[in-house]
């Protein structure tokens, strides 16, 4: 329903300082159209592309494309979503928003609004693979449910290192965690060596997080949060 996943939109009020932490962690810049009026560029590793704008009215948002937007709003409206917004003619750029439960904001494009990446899909950043986009979510249950009603598959991952609700799709993996875990929208990877990690991060000038929620103290994680304030969470591969 809701088409493939292009990019985790990120607002930053310096787009120069988030392209070179993303590209200092090995991410590649995408090639970027002219849809947006305000400064924007791609970043990816290869499984995750992230959008970085720099507006002062903006939000972070997940966001879809769906060719075809107009024709497929009714069976979008039928499944329950409520929109904030719908920028639909002939004369403008079709998008449509809305937010999912815990307050996400989700957004449909009609159209993509960077070139696709030519970087391969088993590359990986120094962070190392990434898993999901990790989601706060107060109600576990309506959450699951909701996603599930867009396409999602969700599967409990109680038994986890962080427990949690994963939402998997073709595109994009989601995690619903309690907010005493992840207390905003962040990227989760692993790695096979945090400790190599830490010493890479280090000769980069990129400090980790010292404070951590109480929850994530027993996993060790690394932790890093990028100049707009996105969290990087890094967890030790299962062996």
């Known amino acids: ?6 990019e985790l939109s990120l607002q930053t009020p310096d787009i120069a300082a988030s392209l070179k932490f993303y590209t200092q962690l090995g991410f590649s810049q995408a090639e ?10 791609v970043v990816t590793d290869g499984r995750l592309c992230l959008g970085l704008h720099q507006q002062t009215d903006g939000e972070d948002q997940l966001s879809f494309v769906r060719p075809e937007l107009l024709k ?9 979503v409520e929109l904030d917004y719908r920028h639909l003619g002939s004369d403008e750029f079709n ?9 996400m904001a989700v957004r449909l494009l009609e159209a993509r609004t960077f070139s696709p990446s030519k970087r391969p899909a088993h590359a990986t950043s120094i962070c190392g693979y990434f898993l999901e986009i990790a989601l706060p979510a107060p109600d576990l249950e309506a959450a699951k449910a909701y996603w599930e009603h867009l396409g999602f598959v969700g599967m409990d991952e109680l038994d986890a290192i962080l427990p949690h609700i994963g939402c998997t799709s ?13 207390r905003r929208p962040t990227l989760l990877f692993e790695s096979e060596d945090l400790g190599a990690l830490s010493a890479t991060l280090a000769g980069l000038g990129i400090a980790a997080a010292e404070k951590l929620p109480a929850a994530l103290r ?6 890093i949060v990028a100049p707009e304030g996105t969290p990087m969470l890094v967890l030790a591969r299962a062996v």
């Open 95 to 103: 998008h449509i928003g809305w937010r999912d439960p815990a307050g």
């Open 72 to 80: 497929a709003l009714p069976a979008i409206e039928q499944a329950g």
């Open 32 to 41: 970027v159209g002219e849809t947006w009026s305000h400064p924007y560029a």
């Open 1 to 6: 329903m809701l088409g493939r996943f292009l």
């Open 218 to 223: 027993r996993a060790r994680p690394v932790m």
């Open 170 to 182: 073709d595109t994009i993996d989601l995690g619903l965690y309690e907010p005493t875990s992840i």
